[in-house]
């Protein structure tokens, strides 16, 4: 698991770090590995046009070494400073000796510069920066974005809040991000995400310092720990039989996805109970199906409940009857508008417990989700005492311990509909594993973003599409390589 750490866990690591290295060595392996990841990027340095943004702290001064360091080979190398009097000194000393040029923000050309340049370096803001670009370093971002160069921040891209991805007004869009020590929580979640690009990390010694996560990303690796195939003792009955409550003579489809999902995912037996009964059974020979209630199904090691299922008074019997039981249950969609009129049954629960609410439905347990959202998953997660999975671009989940999981597959092809009830039905798969929910609905929507990514490649994707290359993702999600962060071209 990929540790997620705030900007305050990263100062608290760094001091005793600083403390037994002598001065300016972190600064150095920082500057050094930056400038290596910005020579594979390049694909050769000798007579490319760089230009460094330097803000008026560290940060400026990772990126002049590094530029430093590229001029030495070869780069046309310009350090733009945003504050000529308090750019770091020795940094711009070295860039200096190394035949790099200098020159300040607000000279006549310098949007051109930015804009013609091969590589432009975010050396803003780091962690210490708070708010938003001001209007010159904003306006000298969005010549690096319109720019045909490459864009690449330091540590984070200046702008986002490092400990949330938080963007207050202008931030700086980076295609990479090369981040120092740890994978600050902010590159990966809200739109932070999207401002990173993809994250290189890099290693200044500073591990061993870092305290527990609290947050994690997960890799194919970790996914596939709990995607383990059946042994040679195991039966239908034994990989966790799940019971799925979904869909409805008027929406059959969301049952059938979400039925389909996880026999696609963990097809040892899939047991139905609904409205939508004919629909399902059409469509899956394979599953057990009932129009009665959920208890005339059989029995089930998870329930998922939700999807298509509707909001009457049958749907909210079949929901508090699931929720009654002792057993884990996905809540999803329907059940979710209902449970947010009276979430007590879900206060009382003791079995794992995963909502997993989109941003509005979010809303309807009464607070707006808001730019930080992995505290917002905590929050909901801790006022019901159960695990909270919240969708969008980067899925957070969060337990109600504070325990939190932030997303690194997908790609923006699944913003299409029905793709919420294939990860519901994933996630009721593995919950009946047996799992933590919080660890179900991470594993969940790391194969749903891969199956995603999988069906996109294709081109435009349906939900379907999911169910049917779910066996596939699975394979994948076992044999790619782990070390890939929120690459959605893998
Ligand atoms: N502390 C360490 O041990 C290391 C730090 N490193 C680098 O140092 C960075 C942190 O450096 P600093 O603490 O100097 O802070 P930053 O370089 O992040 O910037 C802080 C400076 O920016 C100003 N500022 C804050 N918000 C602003 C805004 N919105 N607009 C304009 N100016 C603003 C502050 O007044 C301060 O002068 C890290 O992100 C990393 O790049 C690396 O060199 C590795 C080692
Ligand atoms: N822009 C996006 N980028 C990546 N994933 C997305 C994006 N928008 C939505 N998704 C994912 O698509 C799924 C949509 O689920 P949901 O909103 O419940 O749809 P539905 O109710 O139609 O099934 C979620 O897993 C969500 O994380
Ligand atoms: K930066």
């Known amino acids: 698991m990929i540790g997620l750490y705030t900007a305050e ?5 760094e001091e005793p770090l600083l403390a037994e290295t002598p001065p300016g060595t972190l600064m150095q392996r920082a500057a050094t590995g930056l400038a290596t990841v910005c020579v594979r990027l390049l694909h050769g340095v ?7 943004l330097v803000g008026t702290g560290n940060n400026g001064g990772d990126a002049l070494y590094a530029g430093a360091r590229l001029a030495a080979r070869g780069a046309r190398v310009t350090a733009v400073l945003l504050d000529a009097e308090r750019a770091h000194p020795a940094g711009l000393a070295a860039l200096r000796r190394a035949g790099g040029r200098v020159r300040r923000a607000e000279g ?5 510069l930015v804009a013609r340049a091969d590589l432009v370096l975010d050396g803003i803001l780091g962690i210490g920066g708070s708010g938003g670009l001001r209007p010159v370093a904003a306006e000298l971002s969005t010549a690096a974005a319109e720019g045909a160069g490459l864009t690449v921040a330091v540590d984070v891209p200046s702008g986002i809040d490092a400990g949330t991805g938080a963007v207050d007004g202008a931030a700086f869009p980076a295609m990479h991000t090369v981040t120092f020590g740890a994978v600050k929580l902010g590159l990966v979640v809200g739109e932070g995400r999207a401002h990173a690009g993809q994250v290189h990390l890099v290693d200044i010694g500073l591990e061993p310092h870092l305290p527990a996560a609290t947050a994690h990303q997960l890799t194919d690796a970790d996914a596939a720990a709990r ?7 195991d039966d239908k009955y034994s990989q966790g039989v799940v019971g799925i409550v979904a869909g409805s003579t008027t929406y059959p489809g969301a049952g059938v996805l979400c039925t389909g999902a996880a026999l696609r995912t963990r097809p040892g037996l899939v047991r139905y109970a609904g409205t939508a009964a004919d629909g399902v059974r059409a469509a899956w020979p394979e599953v057990i199906v009932t129009d009665g209630r959920p208890g005339d199904a059989g029995r089930v090691q998870a329930w998922v409940v939700g999807p298509g299922m509707g909001t009457d008074a049958a749907a909210r019997s079949a929901l508090d009857e699931v929720l009654a039981t002792d057993l884990p249950v996905v809540v999803d969609a329907d059940a979710l508008t209902l449970l947010a009129e009276d979430p007590g049954p879900v206060r009382g629960r003791s079995a794992p417990t995963l909502l997993t609410p989109h941003d509005r439905e979010f809303a309807r347990f009464g607070a707006e989700v808001g730019a930080d959202r992995v505290a917002a998953a905590r929050r909901l997660a801790a006022d019901l005492g159960c695990a909270v999975l919240l969708k969008g671009e980067a899925t957070v989940v969060a337990d109600a311990d504070g325990a939190a999981f932030v997303n690194g597959t997908g790609t923006p092809w699944l913003a299409t509909a029905g793709t919420g009830d294939v990860l519901s039905g994933i996630a009721g798969a593995v919950l009946a594993t047996g799992p933590r929910a919080v660890e179900a609905g ?9 199956t995603g990514q999988l069906a996109a490649q294709r081109g435009p994707l349906v939900a379907g ?12 999600v076992r044999g790619l390589r782990p070390d890939r962060l929120g690459d959605s071209e893998a």
């Open 9 to 13: 866990e990263i100062r608290a690591a």
């Open 46 to 52: 000798y007579g490319r046009r760089v230009a460094l």
């Open 108 to 112: 006549p050309d310098v949007r051109d």
């Open 227 to 233: 995607l383990a195939p059946p042994s040679a003792t």
């Open 442 to 450: 991470a594993v969940a929507a790391h194969l749903h973003g891969r």
């Open 465 to 476: 599409d999911l169910v049917r290359r779910l066996p596939e993702a699975v394979g994948r």
